[in-house]
Every structure is written in structure tokens, then in C-alpha cells.
């Protein structure tokens, strides 16, 4: 009889029982293998290979275990300090000294604390480690990355996991070289990602999470030298985020790959399913690589319904290059739920998988392995699946098949109503649910706009709300003040220019000397009085007329209805001002102009003699004196280049001291900057002050005035103007070298006092609105439905039955008369019951009578209600308020047609300006724009004049050319007035808090322009008129002699009597008496005062400004 061996661990060599406890843990083999006989006690006892994990442990086990082991046979070590297992770490190290553990090979620190680390890595500086992992928590500190520095070059660490930065990393290897084989890091930058390849030539194996690459990491390595690490053999993203490019870029590096794993981010747009790119670059960088796993996930902006969508997308991975050459294959899954697709290599690369249900699904491979093969997850180890989603889907997939909610106890056994009940659940719930979705869609796009006030805002609320309503510009802030004072807001100072405040405006305190026959009479000494009293006087006239404008403007009113902000009240005050100083300014200038013109027209004489000489002629003992022009020298070399001043006054010559009088005086040297010209009035706006900035200029004009000390101006208190800036430039700006103005916006504010604001949100119906509304029009909707849907069904049914029957060629079905009769339609009405429940069986006889009562009042009151609403809305006669919000003119043009009387359009700006809406447009007499006015038809009259057999005074040949001078500056001056005046009526403004019509526009319109007419109109002549009334008035003599004749009579050498003899016109209107007298102009033989030939329309008078107007 032969006996059988039974197959016991027993009888295994220790050899092969070592190799099985290499498979077993630590528990295992000391709670169990190592309690069956002293054979396996001794045999756990000697085993040196423990790979001790702790992680997971409980604490009676870890106590039980740190009892047991031996420390010199544990090769690994696994401690955690996560929430299971919170302290063990030290706790672990408290038991033990780590040099106890002499065969350690691999140590493993999970979620240990940074100043726990520092203390182990002092004590593992010398052990004879090959792996360390450890994830810290807490602030890493310098000491940390030294310890660590040091002992990954002055151990034999072959390989190193840390949930560090990778700066920390490359901190660690930024001066030395390391000995790391595998390294194991978090994300890095691109440089970091070199300096960890430089610095390691013996790594073999990376795996980071990602690399962050830039544009202009990019960029720069497109023209740098290319840098291979060919060390490098396998390279894993774990969680990457880059773009094909930048992956591109990061993999050219590493030419020497032959493993590489890609995982990107879960909801990522960056594509990384090109098949064809990734053939192309491996096949030109990669060469050697032979192994290429990779997860990507991209999520699509398109919805994939079928498979042959998704095969479009595989179709990249499809080639020889793939499928032949590599063998390696792709799985796609598209996710509907979700529209995402999962690109994975096969087998499945990561160790835990999302399963989806395969009705979310879709998957495609280009392998021939079925897409449910085991083959596929042999790498997966952790499967998530959610079975409670699953279980209520098919529950309420379920009930919603089998649900009928117009149930009938009564006819339970009638399949074609059953059959009717559950199409009308059906389309119940169908139409309830469109409906549900329609009224929440409204609710919550609709947006509804709310009006809220504040009363008596103050300035700090106003500017809290204005900066509320950036976007929403509807916050409306009337004044309680509309019209508010400039004064009262706007602060207008000036400073003139400093010669306005010097010695040189007020000749009265500058001792000169007096007037010395011996001096030519253009000679600066002879004329600096009369200047230097000019330039005083002028600075008075500015002063005295920016007064004067100034209190007129104060009293202007500055009309808005609403408050307004900081940068609108800014602008229109700058406007305002602005046009102020225009205004002024102009009106200076033109008053100026006028007085100018009219001296010059009507040929006054200066004191000075600088634009009419009297020339002395006639025999002993009566002498008559004649008028001459004054020449002008304008060249300082040629004696002879005059000028004279007629027809014109432009012309001016440097102020200059002259030698001693005598015929021809000899100019020795010129006033730098001073002119003197045909009236002073040319001369002075022609200089410039320059000299007067120069001590040295100064001295000199002092020395030769025998004038006392006299200081210069200072040029540095300049602003606006500038040394060299012209008399006239001066004028032109009112002698105004800065202006000082401010707009208190406080005090605006203040005084428009707006009682309340009032401002306009739009926003979308709360929640609690939307939930309110829709289920309370939900509730009505479901009674409707409840009613109205069976009897449809119903009907449909019938009219189905009857088609059929009729494309069937059947009779009707029998119907007894009974059922047809009128009393049996009134019993159905009068048993007609709306509010029967659902399961009639459990209603009583008198719970059905009161159901049936309840029916007819409800009808009753419902038709009742019906015929009174009807009544009242066709009696009630209803005001409509319309509102059309910026209307254009068309349409306002439309409504005014239609609703004139009770149309009401408020206006946004009730202040317009009248340029907005106004063109004026002049015409002027032909005159102005004729030859007549040329200054080539001036210059040929006056050459008429010169005549060498001689030429009577009257004659048109000799006044001729002042009668068209005069006609021209009139134009020139009504030209500017009306220019002028165009300018300031274009800044005046209407008021009108409504629109008006087109007829009241243009009705106002034309009072404007008439009032403006006028305005115009008599200003310029007024401004004429003053200046001909001051001439007559004071009798001032005319260059031209049209209103004086003087005689000298000699009485003996010392005494000589001058007689100043009016002219007469008419033979016997005289200029003493009515300047207005004139006389027919014409043509004289000279010497004969006899008119030779009138020339019409044209006359002589006193005066050429009042023979031209006559």
C-alpha cells in the first residue's frame, strides 16, 4: 500500500518559504505565518527583508509590530502622519534610532513636518539609503535644502520623491552635481526643468506633474543653440496643462527617450489628440523610444451623437506609423454627459478609472480588443463607480413608465381607456414640462427695472452715486434751483502784464526832460512821454473794460435743472470762462480798432506831427499854413526810402535818437523794440518791450532822457507773454499775462439743493420671485391641462375610429336613440360634477351631491364674472400712458401730428446753445468785395493827387482815395463786429424744459435773429456815432483840411497871431457849427476853385467819415 505525500509548507525549503514572505506583509507574517510552529518562528525571527508599512495601521498594531521587528532586518520603511495615523512619525522615531535600521534601503515619510524632517535627515546623513520619499507640510527653511543638498551627493541616494516646488529642487542641485538616478517632483518652471537635467547627468527616470513654458521661453529657444540631455531615458507628466507646442518643446530636449508617460489636466481646451503631429515629431526627435503611454482629456464645444463622429477623431492615431511600426493602440470614450473625451493608450496607464454607463458613452478603439476586454485595466486598481445614481435613474425611469395620473377605478378593465389615460399622462406631462421650462426661462431673462429715491441728498451721497452709476446713467437729481449766478460759483482773477505795474506805464514818475526845439521831431526824447502815456493809458482802458465786463458777467446766470457731476460742471464752467475771456477780448480789441480806423479816416492831426506836417507858406505879413505827410524813414542809410502816411498809417520806423534838428538829421543809433509810426497808436502796438527787460537798454534811454534811476522789469514774473511779445500781441489779450479762475463745485452743489434723486436699476426677478410666479401659474396650468387633455385625447380617439372605419369601408356603430336624446344631454349636464376625486368608490351619495352643487356655482359665478368683467371694460373708458424712450425726429414729427395736445417730450438739457441750432450766414453790399476797396485802387487815387501843376484841396482826385480808405475800414469793421457778434449770440443759450414745434422753433428763431439785428446794428453805429459826436465836439482839425484853415498874421519879430478859420460848404454851412456839412464832390481846375464836373453820389465835408455816410 503506498502512501501519499501531503503537500505542506513544511516540507519547503527555507529558501523558497524566504522567497513567499518576500510577497507577504509585515502583519501577515507576525500576526500569522510566524504563530504556526517554532520552524516559521525562526524562520520570521532570521528573515532580514521586511518592508515595513505603517501607514495604514491601526495603533494596537503598530505597538504590536514596533515590539516585534528587529531593525536590522527591515530594508523598508513606510510612516505617516495623515489623519488616520496622526503623530506616528515621531512616535516612530521616539522607539527607535534610525541607525539601529542597518539594512534600510527605502524610507518613505508621509505629511511630515518640516522641523520633524530637519531632525531625520541629521540622522540619515550616513545611512545607506537608496530611496527617500516624504511629503512635507509647513514652511520649508533654508536648513531643510542644505541637509538635503548634502545628502544627495555625500550618499549613494539613487533615487528621490518630493511633493516640493521644483525651485527647491533646483536650489539643491544649483552648485553641484548629484548622483540621482530617478527623481520624483511637483511642478516647475522652464528653466528650473534645465537646471535639474544640467545638474544630474545620471538621471535616468523624471517624473514631474508640470512645466510651466511661456511665449517667451518659447520664443528665446528659437534662436538659441539646441541643448540635448541624453541621460535622460524615461519622462512622465503626471498632470500637465500645456499646449502640443510647448510639450513639443520640452520633449526636443530629451532626444534619448525611450519610456514616456502624458497625463494632462482633466478639463483642459488644449489639444493634444493629433495623431499626426505626435508621428511627425517622434519620428524626427524621438527615436528611440519605444514605449508611449498618455491620457489626455479635452473637452469639446460640439455634441458627438454617434460613432462615426468619434471615428474622425481616432482617425490621426490610425496610421502604419502607429498600428504597425509601434503597435501602439488608442481607446477613445466621448462622455455625453458631460462632452468630454478621454484619449487613452491600451492598457489604461493611471491605477484608477471613472466608469461611466455605457448609455453616456461612447468608445472606440483602433485595435481589434474589444472596448469591455479585462486586458484594457489590468493597470487600473481603484474603480469609481456611482451606484446610487444608477439606482435612482432607473427608479424614476420607472414610475415615469408606469405612471398615470388620470387613473379611472371605475373603468379599471377598459383597455382603450387605460390605453387613453397613459397618452394623456404622457402629453400631461410633456406640456407641464414645456410649460414649466418656458415660464422659468422668461422669469429669469426678464429683467425688470426698479426706481429707487433719496431724499435731500447730500454732496458726499450725490458723489457716492454718481460713481454707482458709471454704467448706468440714469440717476436724475433735479435742482431745487435752476438759475444760480456766476458769482456765486465762478472765481475770475488776473494778473496783467508787469508793465501795467511799472515806473514805465506812469511818465509822471519818470523825470524826463522837456520838448527842445533842437531836437527832430521823430526823435525818441521827443516822443517818449507821449509813449511811455500810451502804454499807461492803455493798461488803464484794459483795466477799466476787464471791470466792467467782469461785473456784467457775475450777473449771468448759470441755468441746469439737474445736479451735475464733477467732470461735466468742470467743462461747462471751462466753456464758460472760456468764452468770457474771448468775448472780452474781443470786444477790447474791436473798440480799439474803431477808434483807430476812424483817426485815421478822417485824417486827424497828432501833436507830434507824425502823420501831417504844417508847412508854412504866403508872403509877409500873412502866412497860411498848408497841411503835408509826414515822411517816414525806413531805411537807416538812404536818407530818401520814406514813406508816407496816405492812403494807409502802416508806416513805422525804429524809435532812434537823432543829431541836433537841421533838414536832414542823421539817426545815431535806434531804441531796440520801439517803433513810431503815422499815429501813435500804430507805433505803439507795432514795439515790443524788450528794452524795458534790459538794465542795460534801461540805462541807456535813462542817459539819454536825463531820467533818474529807473529799474527794469523782471522777466522771470513773465507767464504767458514773453520779452519780445508785441503791443499789439499785449492788446490782443487785454494786457492779461494770467488768468486765476475757479468753479466751486461745493458751492454749485449747494445752491442747486436738489431735494431728492431718483435712479433707475434693471435687473433679473429675485429667486423668490421666479419660484412664486412660476409654481402660482404652475397650479392654474395643471388644472387646465387636467381638464382640457383627456377630453382632447378623448376626441382624437373618436375621430381616429371613425377615419378608420371609414378607410376600412365599416358601418357606424348602432347607437340606440336613447342615448341620443335631448333629455339625456340635460341629465348629463345636470349630473356634471368638476370636482369628483379620483377614486369614486370611497365618495358617499351625499359627498357626490355636494361635489355636483359645488359644480353649478362654479359655473354660475364664473359665467357671472364673465359678463361683468365684459360690461366694465367696454364702459370704462381707460388713460394710457405711453412712453417712448429717445425718440428720433421723425417719430416725434409722427406723435406730434397725432398727439399735439397732449404730447409732452422733456427735454435731457433744458440750457441749448444757439450755435447748436442757428446758422447766420451774412451777405454784405457788394462794395466789400469789390475793387473798390483793393489797395491797388487806393494806390492809383492817390498817385492822381500828386499832380506837379498842382491839385485843389477839394478835389476828388485829393480825397478820394480817404473817402475809399474810409469805405473800406467800414466793411472791415462791420465784418468783425458781426463776427464778433455771431460768436457771443452762438454761446447765448434758449431755455425749454419740453420740446417745442418746428413752428415755435422757427417763430423764436427769427425773434432771436431780429433782436440780434438790431443789437448789432445799433452797437456799431453807436460806436461810429460816439466818436463823430467827440470830434465835432471838440473840433478837432482834419490833415486833410476839410474842416479848418489856418492863418498866421505877423504883428512884429516877436508876436505873430495864428487864426483857425472854419471852411464852408454850400456857401454857408460852417464846420464850426455842424460838422455834418457837405458839398458835391468833383473835379476842380486848379487854381480856380470852380467845379469843373460833380461827381455823383460822392461828397466833401468836414470830415470824410461824414461825407462817405452821406
Not at 174 to 200: D, F, P
Not at 356 to 378: A, G, R, V, Y
Not at 932 to 947: A, E, K, M, P, Y
Request: glycine share 2%; aromatic share 12%; with cysteine.
Amino acid at each position: 500500500m503506498s502512501t501519499k505525500l501531503i503537500p505542506s509548507l513544511l516540507t519547503l525549503p527555507v529558501e523558497v518559504l524566504y522567497r513567499i514572505l518576500e510577497y507577504l506583509d509585515v502583519y501577515t507574517i507576525f500576526l500569522s505565518f510566524r504563530k504556526v510552529c517554532k520552524k516559521f518562528y525562526t524562520i520570521a525571527q532570521n528573515f532580514n527583508c521586511y518592508e515595513l508599512d505603517l501607514s495604514t495601521s491601526t495603533k494596537d498594531d503598530f505597538h504590536i509590530i514596533c515590539h516585534l521587528i528587529h531593525p536590522e532586518n527591515v530594508i523598508s520603511i513606510i510612516v505617516s502622519d495623515r489623519e488616520k495615523t496622526p503623530g506616528q512619525i515621531k512616535l516612530f522615531f521616539s522607539l527607535f534610532q534610525i541607525q539601529q535600521f542597518t539594512r534600510l534601503r527605502s524610507l518613505t515619510l508621509d505629511n511630515i513636518d518640516c522641523k520633524d524632517l530637519n531632525e531625520i535627515l541629521h540622522d540619515i546623513l550616513h545611512c545607506s539609503l537608496m530611496f527617500l520619499s516624504f511629503h512635507t507640510r509647513g514652511k520649508r527653511n533654508k536648513s531643510t535644502l542644505g541637509l538635503l543638498s548634502m545628502f544627495t551627493t555625500e550618499s549613494n541616494l539613487q533615487q528621490l520623491s518630493i511633493n516640493t516646488h521644483a525651485h527647491h529642487v533646483a536650489e539643491i542641485f544649483s552648485s553641484i552635481q548629484s548622483n540621482l538616478r530617478h527623481l520624483s517632483i511637483g511642478t516647475c518652471t522652464y528653466e528650473e526643468y534645465h537646471r535639474i537635467l544640467r545638474h544630474c547627468p545620471h538621471l535616468r527616470t523624471l517624473i514631474i506633474d508640470d512645466c510651466w513654458v511661456t511665449d517667451v521661453d518659447a520664443t528665446n529657444s528659437i534662436g538659441s543653440l539646441p541643448i540635448f540631455y541624453h541621460q535622460l531615458i524615461s519622462l512622465t507628466f503626471k498632470d500637465t496643462n500645456r499646449s502640443m507646442i510647448q510639450l513639443q518643446l520640452l520633449l526636443s530636449f530629451t532626444p534619448s527617450l525611450t519610456y514616456l508617460k502624458l497625463i494632462n489636466f482633466p478639463y483642459t481646451y488644449n489639444s493634444l489628440i493629433d495623431g499626426y503631429q505626435w508621428e511627425i515629431f517622434i519620428k524626427r526627435k524621438l527615436l528611440l523610444l519605444n514605449k508611449f503611454e498618455f491620457l489626455f482629456h479635452q473637452q469639446l464645444l460640439r455634441t458627438y451623437n454617434s460613432s462615426s463622429d468619434i471615428e474622425s477623431l481616432l482617425l490621426p492615431f490610425q496610421t502604419s506609423f502607429w498600428l504597425e511600426e509601434k503597435h501602439w493602440f488608442v481607446l477613445c470614450d466621448y462622455i455625453k454627459s458631460c462632452h468630454r473625451t478621454k484619449f487613452y493608450s491600451i492598457p489604461f496607464c493611471v491605477t484608477s478609472f471613472d466608469y461611466h454607463l455605457d448609455s453616456e458613452n461612447i468608445s472606440l478603439s483602433t485595435s481589434t480588443i474589444k472596448t469591455n476586454d479585462p486586458i484594457i485595466m489590468d493597470n487600473v486598481h481603484y474603480l469609481s463607480l456611482n451606484l446610487t445614481e444608477l439606482k435612482i435613474k432607473g427608479m424614476i425611469k420607472q414610475q415615469l413608465w408606469t405612471w398615470n395620473h388620470f387613473a379611472n377605478t371605475a373603468k379599471i378593465s377598459d383597455e382603450r381607456e387605460i390605453r387613453q389615460q397613459f397618452i394623456a399622462t404622457r402629453l400631461f406631462i410633456i406640456l407641464l414640462a414645456i410649460s414649466f421650462v418656458a415660464l422659468v426661462t422668461y422669469y429669469v431673462f426678464e429683467r425688470v427695472t426698479l426706481l429707487y429715491h433719496i431724499e435731500s441728498p447730500t454732496l458726499e451721497q450725490f458723489i457716492h452715486l454718481q460713481q454707482d452709476q458709471l454704467i448706468n446713467n440714469s440717476l436724475s437729481c433735479p435742482c431745487s434751483t435752476l438759475a444760480i449766478q456766476y458769482e456765486d460759483i465762478i472765481q475770475i482773477d488776473y494778473v496783467y502784464h508787469p508793465v501795467c505795474s511799472s515806473r514805465f506805464s506812469n511818465p509822471d514818475r519818470i523825470e524826463v526832460i522837456g520838448y527842445q526845439a533842437t531836437y527832430f521831431f521823430l526823435d525818441f526824447r521827443v516822443l517818449a512821454p507821449s509813449f511811455f502815456n500810451a502804454l499807461g493809458l492803455y493798461c488803464e482802458v484794459a483795466a477799466k473794460h476787464i471791470e466792467k465786463s467782469l461785473a456784467s458777467f457775475i450777473r449771468l446766470l448759470f441755468v441746469n435743472d439737474q445736479a451735475l457731476n464733477l467732470e461735466v460742471f468742470t467743462e461747462k464752467t471751462n466753456a464758460i470762462i472760456n468764452n468770457f475771456k474771448s468775448s472780452t477780448t474781443r470786444a477790447f480789441v474791436c473798440d480799439l480798432t474803431i477808434i483807430s480806423n476812424m483817426t485815421h479816416n478822417n485824417g486827424l492831426m497828432t501833436t507830434h506831427s507824425t502823420n501831417f506836417v504844417l508847412i508854412m507858406g504866403g508872403t509877409h505879413p500873412s502866412y497860411a499854413l498848408m497841411y503835408g505827410y509826414t515822411p517816414h524813414f525806413i531805411s537807416l542809410k538812404d536818407p530818401f526810402d520814406l514813406c508816407i502816411c496816405f492812403p494807409g498809417v502802416q508806416c513805422h520806423n525804429p524809435m532812434a535818437i537823432y543829431s541836433n534838428y537841421s533838414f536832414l538829421p542823421v539817426r545815431l543809433f535806434n531804441i531796440p523794440g520801439l517803433f513810431t509810426g503815422c499815429l501813435p497808436d500804430e507805433g505803439i502796438r507795432h514795439s515790443s518791450l524788450i528794452c524795458l527787460f534790459n538794465q542795460t537798454c534801461v540805462d541807456l534811454i535813462s542817459y539819454w532822457l536825463n531820467a533818474s534811476k529807473v529799474l527794469a522789469i523782471d522777466a522771470n514774473i513773465l507767464n504767458h507773454f514773453t520779452p519780445r511779445s508785441t503791443i499789439d500781441e499785449m492788446i490782443n489779450e487785454v494786457f492779461v499775462d494770467r488768468w486765476n479762475y475757479s468753479a466751486s463745485y461745493h458751492d454749485f452743489y449747494q445752491r442747486c439743493r436738489p431735494d431728492s434723486c431718483s435712479y433707475k436699476l434693471s435687473k433679473h426677478n429675485s429667486i423668490w420671485l421666479i419660484v412664486t410666479a412660476v409654481f402660482s401659474l404652475i397650479g392654474g396650468l395643471m388644472k387646465i391641462l387636467q381638464i382640457a387633455i383627456p377630453h382632447t385625447v378623448r376626441i382624437v380617439f373618436s375621430l381616429y375610429s371613425r377615419f378608420e372605419r371609414w378607410w376600412h369601408r365599416q358601418p357606424p356603430p348602432i347607437i340606440p336613440r336613447s342615448k341620443l336624446s335631448f333629455q339625456i344631454r340635460v341629465n348629463q349636464f345636470r349630473q356634471l360634477n368638476l370636482f369628483a376625486s379620483e377614486d369614486s368608490t370611497k365618495d358617499d351619495e351625499h359627498e357626490i351631491r355636494s361635489q355636483i352643487l359645488s359644480t353649478r356655482i362654479f359655473i354660475i359665478v364664473l359665467v357671472l364674472t364673465l359678463i361683468i368683467l365684459t360690461i366694465y371694460s367696454a364702459r370704462v373708458e381707460i388713460t394710457k400712458t405711453v412712453t417712448n424712450f429717445s425718440p428720433s425726429l421723425y417719430k416725434y414729427s409722427q406723435l406730434y401730428a397725432n398727439h399735439y395736445q397732449t404730447l409732452i417730450c422733456t427735454c435731457t438739457n433744458i440750457a441749448i446753445r444757439h450755435k447748436k441750432y442757428i446758422i447766420l450766414q451774412p451777405n454784405f453790399h457788394p462794395i466789400c468785395q469789390s475793387s473798390f476797396v483793393d489797395h491797388r485802387w487806393l494806390d492809383g487815387l492817390v498817385q492822381t493827387s500828386f499832380i506837379p501843376s498842382g491839385i485843389f484841396v477839394r478835389d476828388f482826385r485829393s480825397i478820394g482815395a480817404a473817402i475809399f480808405g474810409t469805405i473800406a475800414s467800414l466793411c472791415q469793421l462791420s465784418m468783425r463786429t458781426i463776427n464778433d457778434g455771431l460768436l457771443d449770440f452762438g454761446e447765448q443759450v434758449i431755455l425749454s424744459t419740453q420740446v417745442i414745434s418746428k413752428k415755435q422753433l422757427t417763430n423764436q428763431g427769427q425773434s432771436l435773429f431780429y433782436l440780434f439785428e438790431s443789437t448789432t446794428a445799433n452797437a456799431f453805429i453807436n460806436s461810429i456815432q460816439a466818436f463823430r459826436d467827440a470830434i465835432q465836439t471838440n473840433s478837432l482839425i482834419s490833415g486833410y483840411e476839410t474842416s479848418t484853415f489856418l492863418n498866421i498874421f505877423v504883428q512884429d519879430e516877436q508876436n505873430a497871431q495864428l487864426l483857425a478859420e472854419p471852411i464852408q460848404y454850400n456857401h454857408s454851412c460852417s464846420c464850426h457849427k455842424d460838422s455834418t456839412c457837405i458839398d458835391s464832390a468833383g473835379v476842380y481846375n486848379y487854381p480856380n476853385p470852380i467845379i469843373n464836373y460833380s461827381i455823383p453820389g460822392f461828397f466833401i465835408g468836414c470830415y470824410i467819415i461824414e461825407a462817405t455816410l452821406q
